[in-house]
């Protein structure tokens, strides 16, 4: 039950603690990991329902909206993180809304042509009025 550290070091790239560990009555040695439990994220959708946040259906969507730009695709796995840790911080459940306009947010700075596309179907454009309107939005936040 009582052991006593001979050795700690950081392991996998910072995200585990690595420990040698020996035994007082025996002196048996064995090593242990730490590693930091997340607390799971929910996803509440706009019916009330709650589902496990899941990042590749950010970079699914984005990807859509990103296909035939110059879009690199790690810059796609970024924003999906980005908007993991921003969902993260605002605590253990975050709402689908909050979510795409994180999306859209950072969609702006990086291309224009795939915001207009996900704020089509995020927003649910019904016409060419919808785009015009976000275009003109997109235009005045340029300025």
Same mark, same amino acid.
């Given at each position: 039950?009582?052991?006593? =550290?001979?050795?700690?070091?950081?392991?996998?790239?910072?995200?585990?603690?690595?420990? %040698?560990?020996?035994? @007082?009555?025996? *002196?048996? %040695?064995?090593?242990?990991?730490? /590693?930091?439990?997340? !607390? @799971?994220?929910? $996803? $509440?959708? !706009?019916?009330?329902?709650?589902?496990?946040?899941?990042?590749?259906?950010?970079?699914?969507? =984005?990807?859509?909206?990103?296909?035939?730009? @110059? $879009? @690199?695709?790690?810059?796609?796995?970024?924003?999906?993180?980005?908007?993991?840790? /921003?969902?993260?911080?605002?605590?253990?459940? $975050?709402?689908?809304? *909050?979510?795409?306009?994180?999306?859209?947010?950072?969609?702006?700075?990086?291309?224009?042509?795939?915001?207009? /596309?996900?704020?089509?179907?995020?927003?649910?454009?019904?016409?060419? !009025?919808?785009? *015009?309107?976000?275009?003109?939005?997109?235009?005045?936040?340029?300025?």
């Amino acid at each position: 039950m009582d052991t006593k =550290v001979i050795d700690s070091r950081d392991a996998e790239e910072g995200s585990t603690i690595r420990r %040698r560990r020996a035994c @007082p009555s025996c *002196q048996f %040695r064995f090593t242990t990991y730490e /590693r930091l439990e997340e !607390s @799971p994220l929910a $996803v $509440v959708k !706009s019916s009330g329902r709650k589902e496990p946040f899941d990042q590749s259906k950010i970079v699914a969507g =984005v990807a859509a909206a990103c296909k035939g730009r @110059p $879009v @690199p695709g790690d810059q796609i796995a970024r924003l999906a993180v980005e908007i993991e840790d /921003r969902a993260r911080l605002r605590g253990g459940e $975050v709402s689908t809304q *909050q979510i795409g306009h994180d999306v859209l947010d950072r969609l702006r700075d990086l291309d224009d042509v795939a915001y207009l /596309r996900f704020a089509s179907v995020y927003k649910d454009f019904g016409d060419a !009025s919808d785009f *015009q309107r976000e275009l003109g939005l997109l235009k005045k936040q340029r300025r």
